[in-house]
C-alpha cells in the first residue's frame, strides 16, 4: 500500500540524518494561529533542469506536467533517489487512436513558441513540426496515455518504472462526470493498493 507522502518525505529525511529544510518547509507561525503539528511537504513544479536543480536542493521534490515518460527518468536521474517525484500523466479511456488524438489535440491546444513545454519538448528531441497544429502523433502518444484502461495503467506504470513516486492520473474530460467516469475504468485497471487522485 502507497503510504502518504508526508510520511516518504520524513522517512527519506531521517535516512539522511536531516532536519527539514528550513527555507522550503518553513511554516509562517506569525500569521498562523494554528500551524500544522509538522511541516507540508513542498515540491515544486519544474520542467527544465536549472528548475529540477532548485527543486532538488530547496524542496522535497518535482512535480512535473505535461512531459513524457523519458522526461521522468531524466528528472529522476537529476534528484537522486531520495526526492520525490510526481509527474502528471494526461489519460483518455478511448481505443479509437483518431477520436483520442483529436480529444488531446481539443485539449492541449496551441503552446506557444516560449512555452516552458515547448522548450522542454525540443530539449527532449522533439521538432517544431512535431509541436506544430495541435502536436503530432508521436507528441500526443507520449503525452497523452490513451486506450484500454489496461493502456492506461501501463502508462501509469511505465511512470513509475521510470522512477516516479507518485503519478498524478489527469482524466481529459468535458466535464466532472465523465472525468470520474474515466477514472472509475482507470481504478478497475490498476494494480491493487496503488493509490491514484484527479488534479
Not at 75 to 100: C, M, N, T, W, Y
Not at 127 to 132: K, L
Request: glycine share 6%.
Amino acid at each position: 500500500m502507497e503510504r502518504g507522502l508526508h510520511a516518504r518525505a520524513r522517512e527519506r529525511r531521517a535516512r539522511r540524518g536531516e532536519q527539514p529544510n528550513p527555507i522550503a518547509l518553513s511554516v509562517c507561525p506569525h500569521r498562523t494561529r494554528n500551524p500544522p503539528p509538522e511541516p507540508f511537504v513542498r515540491v515544486l513544479a519544474a520542467l527544465q533542469p536549472k528548475m529540477v536543480e532548485l527543486a532538488r536542493d530547496r524542496t522535497d521534490g518535482v512535480h512535473s506536467f505535461s512531459a513524457p515518460v523519458e522526461h521522468t527518468a531524466l528528472v529522476r536521474k537529476a534528484l537522486g533517489s531520495d526526492k520525490l517525484l510526481i509527474p502528471e500523466q494526461a489519460f483518455i479511456i478511448e481505443p479509437d487512436p483518431e477520436q483520442a488524438r483529436a480529444i488531446a489535440r481539443r485539449y492541449r491546444g496551441r503552446t506557444g513558441p516560449d512555452s516552458p513545454y515547448t522548450r522542454n519538448w525540443l530539449r527532449l528531441g522533439y521538432s517544431q513540426q512535431d509541436i506544430a497544429d495541435g502536436g503530432s502523433d508521436r507528441l500526443v502518444d507520449a503525452l497523452v496515455a490513451w486506450g484500454t484502461p489496461e493502456a492506461v495503467a501501463a502508462r501509469v506504470q511505465a511512470q513509475l518504472d521510470a522512477g516516479a513516486d507518485h503519478v498524478l492520473v489527469h482524466p481529459i474530460a468535458d466535464d466532472l462526470t465523465t472525468a470520474i467516469g474515466q477514472l472509475e475504468q482507470l481504478a478497475s485497471a490498476l494494480p491493487r493498493g496503488l493509490v491514484f487522485a484527479n488534479s
